[in-house]
């Protein structure tokens, strides 16, 4: 792999990078200045080709043609306060894979706190994350927008890239010449940036007590804030000498200095704000920016405090913990002073949780370097949502045992919660020809759903969709399953032409999600249907325990009927006369006022995929189709052929991992399946060839769409979007009455 790292502004960026990237052909385009720190700080990880520039706007040229000329896979840009428009240039002309790092969110993406100063040159840094495929952030950052601002994670693809990387201490250059307690407050004495109130009242309540303990501030005083912190630990030492250490307001401070105070120090003390100003915009620390007490305690293996406002990471849980205010810190401190073991054992999981920000561990998080799941067969192949935990176990197969173990999920699997939906269904239908409707595609979790039903006693009446890709197996297993079981069918069929035109222009857009028409139907059909037949219960096959997986990344949202007019407004020629479709005012209206239930009845019992074949082969002769959803030929060649050769997506991988995670199947089982190339089986070429005739389209045309660089569904127009775009502007407008 060939790398490319820029580094105008922070050295240790493009260590990081470069060390993450060891063993890669790497290509540094740096400033003189950092040149000279990154070989005076760490030289062997500047093992690669060195470029020295003046400045991204002077020679952002000169970065292109290198990268053009020896073929760049990955670049890396590093923090950066000027260049953009160098930024930009060099973002568009490359086509490799770009990351930009950031460290302040608001600065590059939050339009909330523009100002007219800052108007042009926050556009222009927008324009420049476009541009970028990936951003990096480091940890804290990183697991916040995760887990609390959902809608942010979902629009960018965000990595974790830190600082600096843990490196396991063999051996200290300083130690403790006592045995005191030793607290180590790191970073500048700033009052935007940390406020030391808090801290001064405890150090003073120390002093009076004459307690074994030390405070020290590893960080230059500033400004008269720096200068009245100062004095404040003055008063403390001269009531009890040694109570407080701190750097010089002036002179030299070496990296020993900070070394020593680091390697002789029993607990990192934060007292970052919530947030301050900076660069023109609003900063709030844990959210848009990062604190680098978070990096000083796993480098130095290191527990530590942070302020109530700040969210403890959860690869740190164990080691740091919160205060809220004076008193707490007291409590803390004093408590530490009392059980000197407590200590020990803070230190001890410092030194384990450290372990999560090696190298090792973040390449496993990054999609350059492949990662497969330890649990079950999941795998950053083509999927930026993926992430792995200690164990090495993805977030799918996690957030699946922890839906397992929910209360709700619990509940539902009871016996008299089944019992009351079906008694409810029952009253309802009583006096109407059928207790509801029920979706039938010929595959086995539809067709075992119906039987499950008629079990149960409901009458249903069985809907399809039929968009003419239907398997002759398919069609027989449905007429079987149903005559045998006395259920009535409604089949709905679309218009041919019309639904080709369709399809087509999806395969010429170049999106993932060509199944969204389908689906999209036959969740409109079933809704119409429910109208029709004068009954608000929908069932359908989906369930949790087969398809529980399935990253946001290879799909679409199946509701937006926007995005199925906006494209095939751009590719398509025949008018959308008989698709059903599901519009917002529709669904609002089945949901608020029909008051329509979609229900998943799979759910509610213990679904086991080969005892519901084995029970529907001897009942009904149901025949298998070799693979989930394989009983639409249109389908299956999407599954086996389009999905892999032009998104490298194997959905086998959702299904398989789903099964492994409700004990259906071994991981060894899965693995032994995925290592069929599905892609080329006989059965795939000759999907192929009646796929292409039926659509009337050559191979020559079909494989060049292949080729071409897949599309985002958000390139065309989208309830996703539009419906973001409503809610701003109603905001905006109640906001100025």
């Known amino acids: 792999m060939k790398v490319a790292i820029i580094e105008t502004e922070h050295f240790q960026y493009g260590l990081t990078q470069s060390e993450l990237f060891e063993g890669e052909e790497k290509f540094f385009f740096v400033t003189k200045v950092m040149y000279d720190k990154m070989h005076e700080y760490n030289s062997a990880l500047c093992n690669g080709k060195f470029h020295i520039i003046s400045g991204l706007d002077e020679e952002y040229d000169k970065v292109i043609d290198v990268c053009k000329e020896e073929n760049i896979e990955v670049l890396l840009l590093s923090p950066i306060f000027k260049g953009f428009k160098g930024a930009l240039k060099i973002a ?82 300083f130690h403790k010449e006592n045995n005191r307690l030793k607290i180590v407050l790191t970073g500048s004495i700033h009052k935007e940036r940390r406020r030391y109130e808090d801290v ?49 307001i002036e002179g030299l401070i070496t990296p020993d200095m900070f070394l020593k105070e680091m390697e002789t120090s029993d607990l990192v003390l934060s007292t970052s704000t919530t947030e301050f100003k900076a660069l023109g915009t609003t900063e709030y620390i844990g959210k848009t920016k990062p604190t680098a007490a978070i990096h000083d305690m796993m480098s130095f293996e290191l527990p530590g405090l942070l302020p109530a406002h700040l969210i403890v990471p959860e690869n740190l849980k164990g ?9 707490a810190l007291k409590g803390i401190l004093q408590n530490l002073l009392d059980k000197p073991e407590l200590l020990k054992d803070w230190k001890k999981q410092a030194t384990i949780n450290s372990t999560y920000f090696t190298a090792a561990e973040i390449r496993k998080n990054l999609p350059f370097f492949y990662t497969q799941c330890k649990r079950c067969v999941m795998d950053n192949a083509n999927d930026p949502n993926i992430w ?23 509940n539902i699997k009871k016996p008299e919660s089944l019992t009351r939906l079906i008694t409810k269904i029952k009253e309802d239908g009583a006096t109407k020809k059928y207790d509801c409707v029920v979706g039938v595609s010929g595959g086995l979790d539809s067709a075992y759903l119906v039987y499950k039903l008629v079990k149960l006693g409901v009458r249903p009446i069985a809907v399809h969709f039929d968009n003419g890709w239907n398997s002759e197996a398919a069609t027989q297993n449905i007429e079987t399953l149903l005559k045998k079981l006395n259920v ?46 004068n009954t608000k219960y929908i069932f359908q096959g989906h369930n949790q325990s087969s398809e529980f997986i399935l990253p946001e990344a290879w799909i679409h949202w199946k509701n937006d009927a926007l995005n199925i007019k906006s494209i095939h407004k751009k590719y398509g020629s025949v008018s959308l006369k008989t698709l059903p479709l599901l519009t917002f005012f529709k669904e609002y209206y089945h949901l608020k006022y029909r008051k329509t239930n979609y229900i998943y009845l799979l759910d509610y019992i213990d679904y086991n995929k080969k005892e519901a074949e084995l029970i529907l082969k001897e009942e009904f002769g149901w025949k298998n189709y070799g693979a989930k959803h394989n009983e639409s030929i249109f389908t299956r060649f999407y599954q086996n052929y389009i999905l892999p050769k032009k998104f490298n997506i194997d959905k086998r991988k959702a299904h398989l991992s789903s099964l492994i995670c409700s004990n259906q199947i071994t991981r060894e089982e899965a693995l032994e399946e995925l290592k069929t190339r599905c892609w080329e089986t006989d059965e795939t070429k000759q999907d192929k060839a009646y796929v292409l005739k039926k659509l009337g389209v050559s191979e020559t045309i079909f494989d060049a769409w292949m080729e071409e660089t897949p599309v985002s ?10 419906h973001n775009q409503i809610i701003t502007a109603l905001k905006k407008l109640i906001g100025k009455r």
Not at 319 to 327: M, P, R, T
Not at 388 to 402: A, M, P
Not at 508 to 530: C, F, N, P, Q, R
Request: charged letters at 25%; aromatic letters at 18%.
């Open 319 to 327: 080691s740091v913990f919160n205060y809220a205010g004076a008193d």
């Open 92 to 173: 568009e002309n490359l086509t490799c894979q770009k990351v930009i790092t950031i460290h302040n969110l608001n600065f590059w993406l939050n339009a909330r706190f523009r100002t007219h100063k800052y108007y042009k040159e926050r556009k222009l840094k927008q324009k420049i994350v476009a541009n970028f495929d990936y951003i990096a952030v480091e940890d804290f950052m990183f697991n916040y927008i995760r887990n609390n601002d959902k809608s942010l994670f979902k629009k960018h693809k965000f990595l974790y890239i830190p600082f600096t990387i843990f490196h396991k201490r063999e051996g200290k250059k």
């Open 713 to 722: 569904h958000l390139d065309f127009a989208s309830y996703l979007t539009r």
């Open 488 to 533: 009535d069918l409604y089949t709905y069929v679309c218009d041919w032409e019309e639904f080709k035109d369709l399809q087509m222009s999806f395969l010429k857009a170049g999106v993932v999600d060509i199944e969204l028409v389908t689906d999209h139907a036959i969740s409109a059909t079933m809704y119409d249907a429910a109208k029709k037949f």
């Open 388 to 410: 792995f935990d200690k164990e090495g176990n993805c977030n799918y197969c996690n957030d699946d045992y922890t839906y397992i173990q929910s209360e709700s999920n619990v």
């Open 200 to 248: 001064i009242e405890t150090i003073h309540y120390f002093a009076k007590n004459r307690a074994n303990i030390t405070f020290s501030f590893a960080g230059r005083p500033l400004e008269d804030y720096g200068k009245w912190v100062v004095s404040e630990l003055d008063k403390a030492n001269k009531i009890h000498p040694g109570i407080a250490e701190y750097f010089p």
